[in-house]
């Protein structure tokens, strides 16, 4: 099982503060299960250039996997990249990419989308090859955006849904639907293993979910 969106390196976000709690998140990880991880922090274009959040990233990757307590667990490096207005022509924009491939882990606005911002995502997926992965869509299917939702869902992207959004009982019947609905966005397989998101924002009230979910999916797939 691959943890594809988690905020596991040290100090760069609101994930981890610190190595021990991005150790105790490992291990956490690994316990449920989990075979590989991709460390996915913010990337926010106001705030940062793209080659400073690459060597940020770096430096909190090395303060990890160089401390001694690190448990081997393999781990590669992506990004939760904050939408924003010019993105489709932003300057090294594919370095934002999942471990150095072609799926970018995207966060939409927290309003309601226009379609001028879904037009450029679709202009990152034809002009420049690159394959959008929504992140956490289930915070976004209110009422009055469900309309762009389902706009976005008939592109070539795919969808990323949070782990602790599948223990939700108020948000499993709505996640479970929209499955059924539409088989092609169910988390599919690669190389025999199962892709499954714990965001991983590690607290005492949101701890690393990743088995709960895992159960979850497996269950849907088989419906």
Request: aromatic letters at 8%; charged letters at 30%.
């Amino acid at each position: 099982m691959i943890d594809f969106h988690c905020h596991v390196l040290p100090g760069i976000d609101d994930g981890s503060r610190n190595v021990d709690t991005s150790v105790r998140m490992l291990e956490m990880s690994k316990e449920q299960g989990v075979e590989r991880m991709i460390a996915t922090p913010h990337f926010y274009a106001e705030e940062m250039s793209i080659q400073g959040f690459l060597e940020r990233r770096q430096a909190a990757y090395e303060r990890l996997t160089g401390d001694e307590r690190y448990n081997g667990l393999p781990l590669s490096l992506g990004a939760e990249v904050a939408f924003f207005q010019g993105i489709a022509d932003a300057d090294r924009v594919h370095d934002l990419c999942m471990g150095g491939g072609r799926v970018m882990l995207l966060e939409m606005p927290f309003h309601d989308w226009t379609p001028r911002e879904l037009q450029e995502v679709e202009a990152l997926m034809k002009d420049h090859g690159i394959n959008i992965l929504f992140a956490h869509l289930e915070r976004f299917m209110e009422r009055s955006n469900m309309r762009m939702v389902e706009r976005a869902l008939k592109t070539d992207a795919l969808v990323q849904i949070n782990a602790e959004a599948f223990a939700s009982r108020r948000l499993k019947k709505k996640l479970i639907g929209l499955f059924m609905a539409m088989r092609e966005i169910t988390l599919p397989e690669l190389n025999g293993y199962d892709f499954c998101a714990s965001h991983g924002i590690f607290s005492s009230e949101r701890d690393v979910k990743a088995a709960v979910a895992y159960d979850l999916q497996q269950e849907m797939r088989y419906k």
